[in-house]
């Protein structure tokens, strides 16, 4: 077992794994072109199969109407194209000047007629674009202005909380009346709150202030 476990150590040992991780082995149904004939049949002569007398009459006969149909549609398409280019051909001789120049004034008729046509349509989805484009900015500009006027509310609002809140701020005026008030009446902050939210003094533990805790 010793002499086994050196031996395959020894076969994948780190750099010949990682030289066969490198290849990818790839498996033929058959084998390659490029490797030639086989030593075992590099002299032998296959045996010609042997066709029925009968058989290649048959193939010979299909072989040859084949051939013959084939060969009528080709005529018959070449005569086709021929004959197109002399009809064409005598028609563009066979025209007169005013017989082309009618012909071409037919086609300005016409061409013009599409471009009246085609302008109509491109007026016609230009309008509804534009009235579309037009609703799209009026509905962007009533929610802006919905936006703003909402936003202005918000602010004077604030402003209005503000102001209710300066009523009771210490100014210059008035810091002579805050220092006696808070001589006169000391608070104090050292209070417990129970699980109604009733605010217990120190002070007076029997007693209970019904003042809520903000």
């Known amino acids: 077992?010793?002499?086994?476990?050196?031996?395959?150590?020894?076969?994948?040992?780190k750099p010949r794994a990682l030289a066969l991780l490198q290849y990818t082995t790839v498996r033929y149904r058959r084998k390659p072109r490029w490797l030639?004939?086989?030593?075992?049949?590099?002299?032998?002569?296959?045996e010609r199969r042997q066709q029925i007398a009968e058989e290649v009459e048959e193939l010979k006969r299909l072989h040859n109407n084949y051939r013959t149909q084939m060969?009528?549609?080709?005529?018959?398409l070449r005569d086709e194209v021929e004959a197109s280019k002399l009809v064409s051909r005598a028609g563009m001789?066979?025209?007169?000047?005013?017989?082309?120049?009618a012909e071409w004034q037919e086609a300005l008729r016409r061409n013009e007629e599409w471009n009246r046509q085609t302008a109509v349509i491109r007026e016609e989805r230009l309008t509804a674009e534009r009235t579309a484009r037009k609703e799209h900015i009026l509905e962007r500009l009533v929610a802006k202005e919905d936006r703003e006027t909402e936003k202005r509310d918000k602010i004077e609002e604030l402003v209005r909380i503000e102001?209710?809140?300066?009523?009771?701020?210490?100014?210059?005026?008035?810091?002579?009346?805050?220092?006696?008030l808070a001589l006169v009446q000391p608070t104090s902050y050292n209070f417990a709150l129970d699980r109604d939210g009733n605010i217990r003094r120190n002070d007076d533990t029997s007693s209970t202030d019904n003042t809520k805790a903000p």
């Open 93 to 101: 001789v066979l025209q007169t000047p005013e017989q082309e120049e």
């Open 163 to 180: 102001k209710e809140h300066s009523k009771s701020f210490i100014t210059r005026e008035n810091i002579d009346q805050a220092i006696e």
């Open 36 to 46: 030639g004939t086989a030593k075992s049949k590099l002299f032998r002569v296959p």
């Open 71 to 76: 060969k009528a549609v080709r005529h018959f």
């Open 1 to 13: 077992m010793a002499s086994i476990a050196a031996a395959f150590s020894s076969v994948f040992s």
